[in-house]
């Protein structure tokens, strides 16, 4: 529950309206649901409606799973509710599996006791003639229900509230508009790809939003911390809808630790409180202070750290130039062509052991080229180095090849059987469903499982010529084809005990001295995240076994995205040639190649993204005054 201290609590210097972070996305929704919950019941007690302004998308469902929750479990009841969406796409029918019509009775309606009567969402098939009063109407209901008591919010990545795109005006009412290229193409994956967005929507408006008694807005997530601060801390401004928000007297944000990441507080907590001056804050706020000044770290002066807010630092440490020294050196332990530990050499300062040199090494590859793609390098050196390096596919990765890389492997298999008279009924079976399912098949359909199969089967040859070319046996190649991932859609079931076994059993099997692993803790809705923490519950299960004590888990960022440096442990340079070689790697996945199935709004390959990456890190380090590599991987170590 968000207390009234909570919203009372001071707004930082830099921050423009009340934010309250909460250290994952399920405590922040409980907090939210059980708010909701006290006004649906203070209103029953008065007699009168709760009238609550909805969102969809993926960043409310938790709070309706709460409030589904609560209906079961603790009697809540919707009789008193009116709810009054904030959006739908136009056009587009009610019945529509993407519809927000559709959303709200899967995710909500469909399982309280609300009167449908009193559930109130845009209608996206209405004629065009109609839509202005359809609109006006819709503002008028709002007003006849006595106002919006709590408005929830979502915030697109281009600070979109409703569906008001950046442009929109602090007046306007609900309307149709057109929705920008960044929200269609998040919408692409819904809708099995861009061209199938619909390409307007109709909207609540800025004003009708205003108007509401509460605001809460909520976000999760990495992939929204960046327009998270502008809107928090930035001026407000029509480019930027969510940033009308600081004008409302109860609006407030909602976040998890990732999306409020990029805030002043998190990102320089020293301008925002006294703080205490730990290794990890020293090495941040010397970072943020160099790359500020645009100094490398060693040619930071006393009026530096004076003029940005760290003289405490000073104060405590003595001058500049013994602070630089310190970080400097810090940094520089961090860099090591040994990702196994170097055998024979002293490893005090090293992130890796040396002994024992020969290592067993289980890297976890959530999709089947996470590996490749996130450290290629690494796992190359891993090899050559010498050490037993296995790897653990967690998901077959089906869903991303595309139909018709599918059908040319259906075909080779068909015409390859009827070549040789090679036949069987369960290829037979195989070979004529998922023909039959890709001829068939509308936008949108879940693929059939013998599909799936075929799908995955690509997925795993192409992982297992990877495999190869680094050098790893075809028998340390793990599939461990995760159940929670087969449900055929982009929706994955949550973890189950199923996974966590084959995972547990795994390591138990490999007893490895080092465990890599997909570090997205920030993708509270990827796969990525439920794969990590399939590990984090196997690892649980099975600490206390006598390996495991000798057991290090690395974690490398999985989506193009890097580390912070300043929490980077280990970073392994790479030579331009190891570069292209791993470039090479990455292109055996031959069906994630020239254009995939869910591309996002960034239209380069996946090799690109990972040279990008990599440029980027070494460029960093670089900039900090260390020495100038081609590229990096980089790495933190979890302790558990
Ligand atoms: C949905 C809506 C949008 C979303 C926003 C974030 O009704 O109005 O503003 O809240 O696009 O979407 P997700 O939550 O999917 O990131």
Sequence with gaps: MITDNQLLQPVTSYEKIPVT???????????????????????????????????????????????????????????????????????????????????????????VDINPGNCHIPDGQAGLESIKQLCEQYEKLIQDAGGVDFQLLGIG????????????????????????KITRSDAATEFSGIANVPRRA????????????????????????????????????????????????????????????????????????????????VKKAVIHLALSCEKPILKLTNNDYNENGLSSLLVLHGNAYDINIKVFNWLQHTITGWPGGKPDADDTHRPERSQPSRKRVL??????????????????????????????????????????????????????????????????????????????????????????????????????????FVGIPDENAHFLNLPFYETGTIEKKPIGDDDINIIAALIEQIEPHQIYAAGDLADPHGTHKVCLDGIFAAIKRIKHLEFMKDCWLWLYKGAWAEWDI????????????????????????????????????DSREFWQRAEDRNKATADLYNKLGLAEYEAMEAFVRWKF
Aim: proline share 4%; with cysteine.
């Design 566 to 601: 300043d929490i980077i442990e280990m970073a392994i340079p790479m030579s331009p040639e190891q570069v292209l070689k791993k470039r090479y790697g990455i292109f055996k996945h031959q069906s994630q190649k020239d254009g995939v199935v869910f591309q996002g709004t």
């Design 202 to 281: 109709i909207t609540m408006g800025v004003k009708t939003i205003l108007s509401a008694k509460r605001i809460v807005l909520l976000a999760w997530g990495e992939k929204k911390s960046e327009i998270v601060r502008q809107a928090v801390e930035g001026p407000v401004s029509e480019f930027l809808p969510a940033s009308y928000l600081q004008a409302h007297h109860t609006a407030s944000f909602i976040l998890d630790e990732t999306a409020a990441a990029l805030l002043t507080r998190r990102k320089a907590p020293w301008l925002t409180e006294d703080v205490e001056w730990t290794k990890q804050l």
């Design 21 to 111: 972070i909460f250290s994952n996305a399920d405590e922040a929704c409980k907090a939210v649901a059980a708010e909701i919950a006290q006004l649906i019941r203070s209103k029953q007690k008065e007699g009168t409606n709760a009238v609550l302004g909805l969102a969809t998308g993926s960043t409310p469902k938790k709070i309706y799973r709460q409030l589904i929750r609560m209906h079961r479990e603790e009697g809540l009841s919707f009789r008193n509710v009116i709810c009054f969406n904030l959006d739908e796409y136009y056009p587009l029918p009610a019945e529509s599996k993407q519809s927000y019509r559709h959303f709200m009775q899967e995710n909500l309606f469909n399982h």
């Design 363 to 468: 890297i976890f590859s959530p999709h089947p080229d996470d590996d490749i793609i996130s450290m290629g390098g690494t796992f190359q050196r891993l090899t050559d180095q010498g050490h037993e390096v296995h790897v653990a596919y967690q998901t077959s990765g089906n869903i991303a090849v595309a139909d018709d890389e599918a059908f040319r492997f259906v075909e080779f298999v068909r015409d390859f059987n009827r070549q040789f008279q090679i036949s069987s009924p369960d290829a037979e079976r195989i070979v004529y469903n998922s023909d039959a399912c890709l001829k068939q098949k509308k936008n949108g359909e879940p693929d059939i499982p013998e599909l799936r199969f075929v799908k995955g089967l690509i997925r795993k040859g192409e992982a297992k010529n990877t495999c190869r």
């Design 157 to 180: 990545r281009n600070g979109h509230i409703g569906f008001n795109e950046p442009g929109s005006n602090i007046s306007s009412l609900t309307r149709l508009i057109t929705l920008d």
